[in-house]
């Protein structure tokens, strides 16, 4: 399976955030839409991610508060990013190994969407929930044995 069939089961839907963005606004986007993730873009480019991690992060420092920093401050600006060619064990691999729970999927310089770790789990999920319908009715259409002669 490759990342480019996780995001045709997964659909289009892709929130952003400019690096100027104050920081407390993108924490309202991803609070509203119920997302773990912005990607961060600027000039049509892919510059960072900002996701519950950074937020939690700016949260400790600030003794609770988001303060008033822009998303540029607290993104991570050098985010893993996949294809959609990336085999979906790789990036369970990178994922584990990185501890990244959202993956851009760029094509070139084009960004195509993000895979979250839910994303993968689930896919992974319906790949075997399928691979075992189709073995119970390989097993239940099992040819009946017929008897050997001597």
Do not use: C
Request: hydrophobic residues 45%.
């Amino acid at each position: 399976m490759k990342v480019s069939e996780i995001l045709q089961v997964k659909g289009n839907i892709l929130y952003t955030a400019t690096p100027d963005m104050p920081l407390v606004d993108a924490v309202n986007i991803m609070a509203e839409k119920d997302i773990g993730s912005l990607v961060v873009m600027e000039f049509g480019d892919l510059v960072g991610m900002l996701t519950f991690r950074e937020v939690i992060k700016t949260l400790h420092s600030n003794d609770g508060a988001i303060g008033g920093g822009t998303v540029r401050k607290y993104m991570d600006d050098h985010p893993i990013t996949v294809t959609p060619d990336t085999e979906v064990n790789e990036v369970r691999r990178m994922m584990l190994e990185k501890h990244a729970r959202y993956l851009p999927v760029m094509n070139a310089k084009t960004l195509l969407g993000v895979i979250s770790f839910y994303d993968v789990a689930r896919a992974m999920l319906e790949a075997q929930n399928f691979e075992n319908r189709m073995l119970k009715a390989y097993i239940r259409d099992w040819p009946a044995e017929t008897a050997q002669e001597d």
